[in-house]
């Protein structure tokens, strides 16, 4: 096999409670990249669509991801990557994930799968990193594994999966404007009182326990974010009645997607997830701004072969 076309699947980070470490994949919306073998030798990006990116590979993150495991693998071939967008840049539900993933499995599935999912994070890592200015892996890990994933550890790099109940869906809206993650981490505290902190491992640990047991009730009452919500939320625009609107219409929780602005809600089935799309949906046809909608069951399978 010399060419290979995969789906990179769009992911949430943090699920309120879990910053930096929780995220889950999304179904209904992704990118799509063709990786093809070459004789020449190198990481060359050779067609993008959607969205006005880098072709240099050194300053694409799906370049960077390609290049570190080109590196380490020393292949006797090279790579070229085309990149079809449909995860917009800055839209909080881990468009630079999705593209640093995208690179790093494909190429190992055409050298034969060489390298474990593990390892696979430890490259997309670098890419990652280009573009939120940081090293976290929140969004790669739950595009790479599927489902829910907890990063337990960066160095050495440690992925949790986590069990996802049967009929639980996402409603994701995300208003068409930007918000860069670096921008939106240096707005946070560097310091957090002791009470919150407690209040938010309390939540981080009783939503783990509602995944594994699909304990609903339990899920609802575990997706709250005393940490870092009160300050992002700032950021987007009508979030508080995008939030108040899902709650009331069947949500089992509202939060930031990533760094925002895109907004999720998690529902117990594929009607509730709809009621929640609509009630949104009358609230931000009001703004004056444009935005996208989606619902998607959760992905359990995440980055795949088409």
Same mark, same amino acid.
């Given at each position: ?33 063709? #990786? ?7 990481? %060359? ?17 799906? *370049? ?5 495991? %080109? ?20 839209? *909080? ?18 050298? *034969? ?7 696979? &994070? ?17 969004? @790669? ?23 996802? +109940? ?20 240096? #707005?946070? +505290?560097?310091?957090? +009182? ?18 594994? &047991? ?16 009160? %300050?992002?939320?700032?950021?987007? +625009? ?8 899902? @709650?009331?219409?069947?949500? @089992? ?6 760094? *925002? ?8 089935? @594929? ?36």
């Amino acid at each position: 096999m010399n060419e290979i076309r995969i789906f990179s699947p769009a992911t949430v980070a943090n699920v309120s409670c879990g910053f930096d470490v929780l995220g889950f994949c999304l179904d209904s919306v992704g990118d799509e990249m063709v #990786i093809r073998k070459t004789d020449k030798k190198g990481i %060359y990006i050779t067609k993008i669509e959607g969205f006005d990116l880098p072709y240099e590979a050194e300053l694409n993150v799906a *370049g960077v991801s390609a290049l570190a495991m %080109y590196e380490a693998a020393k292949p006797d071939c090279g790579f070229e990557i085309e990149i079809y967008k449909n995860i917009k840049p800055g839209s *909080g539900i881990g468009s630079s994930a999705a593209s640093a993933v995208g690179s790093v499995f494909g190429m190992n599935e055409l050298l *034969g799968r060489p390298y474990n999912k593990i390892q696979l &994070t430890e490259f997309a890592i670098k890419g990652e990193a280009v573009a939120s200015k940081c090293e976290h892996a929140d969004n @790669l890990a739950p595009a790479l594994f599927g489902g829910f994933t907890l990063v337990k550890s960066i160095s050495p790099v440690e992925i949790l999966q986590i069990p996802t +109940p049967e009929n639980l869906y996402a409603t994701i809206i995300h208003p068409q404007i930007e918000i860069k993650t670096s921008e939106s981490r240096a #707005i946070l +505290p560097k310091e957090v +009182p002791l009470q919150n902190a407690i209040t938010q491992w309390a939540n981080v640990g009783s939503l783990i326990h509602s995944l594994h &047991t699909s304990d609903y009730e339990l899920l609802k009452s575990s997706l709250h974010d005393v940490i870092v919500e009160p %300050y992002r939320s700032q950021l987007i +625009p009508h979030f508080n009645e995008v939030k108040k609107a899902a @709650l009331q219409n069947g949500a @089992l929780g509202t939060g930031i997607s990533g760094s *925002g602005p895109s907004i999720f809600s998690l529902c117990k089935g @594929l009607e509730s997830a709809i009621n929640v799309k609509d009630a949104i949906e009358k609230i931000y046809s009001k703004t004056g701004i444009e935005f996208d909608i989606h619902v998607s069951k959760i992905n359990t399978e995440g980055v795949k072969i088409l």
